[in-house]
C-alpha cells in the first residue's frame, strides 16, 4: 500500500509554469511505475506522463516538449514540471502510482490537485 499526497497547483497564466509534487509514503524504488494523470471538465481521465522505476519516462503527445517527469528518491517525491502552459492544459492533475507483489497489480491514485490556465 502507499500514500500519494499531491500539491503544487493553482492559477498560471498561459505561457506559464507550474511545478507539481507528490510525495510517497513508501521508497519510489519500491513502486513499479509512478506518474500523472488529468481529468479536465467534462473530460475523461488522461495519461500525462509516467516514469518507471528504472527511470524511464513516457509522455502524452499533447505534453511531451512542454512537460517534464522527476523523481527525488531521498525525498520519495515524483514531481511534474509544466512550461508553456495552456487553457487546454486546465485540469486536475492526480498522481498515480503502480505496485507488483506477488503477481498481483496494485492501483493508486492521490486526491488530485487543481490546475487552471486563465488570463
Known amino acids: 500500500q502507499v500514500q500519494l499526497l499531491e500539491s503544487g497547483g493553482g492559477l498560471v497564466q498561459p505561457g506559464g509554469s507550474l511545478r507539481l509534487s507528490c510525495a510517497t509514503s513508501?521508497?519510489?524504488?519500491?513502486?513499479?511505475?509512478m506518474g500523472w494523470y488529468r481529468q479536465g471538465p467534462e473530460k475523461e481521465r488522461e495519461l500525462v506522463a509516467t516514469?518507471?522505476?528504472?527511470?524511464?519516462?513516457n509522455y502524452a503527445d499533447s505534453v511531451k516538449g512542454r512537460f517534464t517527469i522527476s523523481r527525488d528518491s531521498a525525498k520519495n517525491t515524483v514531481y511534474l514540471q509544466m512550461i508553456r502552459l495552456q487553457p487546454e492544459d486546465t485540469a486536475v492533475y492526480y498522481c498515480?502510482?503502480?505496485?507488483?507483489?506477488?503477481?498481483?497489480?496494485?492501483?493508486?491514485w492521490g486526491q488530485g490537485t487543481q490546475v487552471t490556465v486563465s488570463s
Open positions: 498515480y502510482a503502480n505496485i507488483r507483489t506477488y503477481g498481483a497489480s496494485y492501483n493508486y
Open positions: 513508501r521508497s519510489i524504488f519500491s513502486i513499479n511505475i
Open positions: 516514469i518507471t522505476k528504472n527511470g524511464n519516462a
